[in-house]
T-cell receptor
Framework: EPEVTQTPSHQVTQMGQEVILRCVPI?????FYWYRQILGQKVEFLVS????????KSEIFDDQFSVERPDGSNFTLKIRSTKLEDSAMYFC?????????????FGEGSWLTVV | DQQVKQNSPSLSVQEGRISILNCDYT??????FLWYKKYPAEGPTFLIS?????DKNEDGRFTVFLNKSAKHLSLHIVPSQPGDSAVYFC???????????FGQGTRLTINP
């Protein structure tokens, strides 16, 4: 069964360092997302991406964050200068369409620890 | 932001019995609802969904009921199995918006 894959599964980084989280969405999907879950809290939407541009983003997704699809298969989330509060599980997701009624499929997550 | 609420943080059910997980929402613009199951250190796995034009959707052991007037939905699992032990998230989306709004999750434990 097709799946969303993410790397790394776990990364520890020092505060202020840049981090890139990578994702390979399901191959025929066109819409891509990043969500995150801080330990003990809800899964939160960060950003959606379609046709090589951001289509929607949350308040969390500030200037420290960026996304890109560098090569037609990977989808990356970059955190420019990490803060302690960026420690969370980051989930990449994809869907074939964007309208309500379409299922979003999640990867297994990348656990980011900022020290 | 409490647009989607799961008021029970945990639920314990005996194997073979029915598990009922509840979810309430406040945003009347939500028109699509999903349930996800999540194991520790894994991503949410899609279980079942329902459109606001329906009041029930069934898939095998899983049934989701939607009561729009009460802004309430529930997931029924019958019969419950040990492998169903996980955290269950309710999520909703509105009017073609791409983002899902999640509830806090309910940890379901199935006891043998």
């Amino acid at each position: 069964e097709p799946e969303v894959t993410q790397t790394p599964s776990h990364q520890v980084t020092q505060m202020g360092q840049e981090v890139i989280l990578r994702c390979v969405p399901i191959s025929n999907h066109l819409y891509f997302y990043w969500y995150r879950q801080i330990l003990g809290q809800k899964v939160e939407f960060l950003v959606s991406f379609y046709n090589n541009e951001i289509s929607e983003k949350s308040e969390i997704f500030d200037d420290q964050f960026s996304v890109e699809r560098p090569d037609g298969s990977n989808f990356t989330l970059k955190i420019r200068s990490t803060k302690l509060e960026d420690s969370a599980m980051y989930f990449c997701a994809s869907s074939s369409q964007a309208h309500s009624g379409n299922t979003i499929y999640f990867g297994e997550g990348s656990w980011l620890t900022v020290v | 932001d409490q647009q989607v609420k799961q008021n029970s943080p945990s639920l314990s059910v005996q194997e073979g019995r029915i598990s009922i997980l509840n979810c309430d929402y406040t945003n009347s613009m939500f028109d699509y609802f999903l349930w996800y199951k999540k194991y520790p250190a894994e991503g949410p796995t899609f279980l079942i969904s329902i459109s606001s034009i329906k009041d029930k959707n069934e898939d095998g052991r899983f049934t989701v009921f939607l009561n729009k007037s009460a802004k309430h939905l529930s997931l029924h699992i019958v019969p419950s199995q040990p492998g169903d032990s996980a955290v269950y998230f309710c999520a909703a989306s509105a009017g073609g918006a791409q983002k899902l709004v999640f509830g806090q999750g309910t940890r379901l434990t199935i006891n043998p």
